[in-house]
Nanobody
């Protein structure tokens, strides 16, 4: 069964760091662009970061630039989101996403067709 499984969420104080992981049971993982999104209570899901199939290009939402870093390890079928200098407004459920219906994609903000179940990140003051 093809799936994405996020892990690494939790409770952290403002200013702290977390590293999210997304493990993909996807044979074509190394051909797929990947992304991270988040959804806060009462808000729509929003793009956080994207990475190309090679890992050579990345894209970020303005709200996380300079604080978050997306990376991937194609040998481990895993994509990561390193989150530093966390703010209260970063509190959300974070979702991993894959673009499986088109290969060799660049870093992108939309076009993903496979989603994980999400992991909760809570930033406290």
């Amino acid at each position: 069964q093809v799936q994405l499984v996020e892990s690494g969420g939790g409770l952290v104080q403002a200013g702290g760091s977390l590293r999210l992981s997304c493990a993909a049971s996807l044979r074509t993982f190394n051909k797929c662009a990947m992304g991270w999104f988040r959804q806060a209570p009462g808000k729509e899901r929003e793009f956080v970061a994207g990475i190309s199939w090679t890992g050579g290009s990345t894209d970020y939402a303005d709200s996380v630039k300079g604080r978050f870093t997306i990376s991937r390890d194609n040998a481990k079928n895993t994509v990561y989101l390193q989150m530093n200098s966390l703010k209260l407004e970063d509190t959300a459920v974070y979702y991993c996403a894959a673009e499986t219906d088109r290969w060799f994609g660049s870093a992108r903000k939309a076009g993903y067709d496979l989603w994980g179940q999400g992991t909760q990140v809570t930033v406290s003051s």
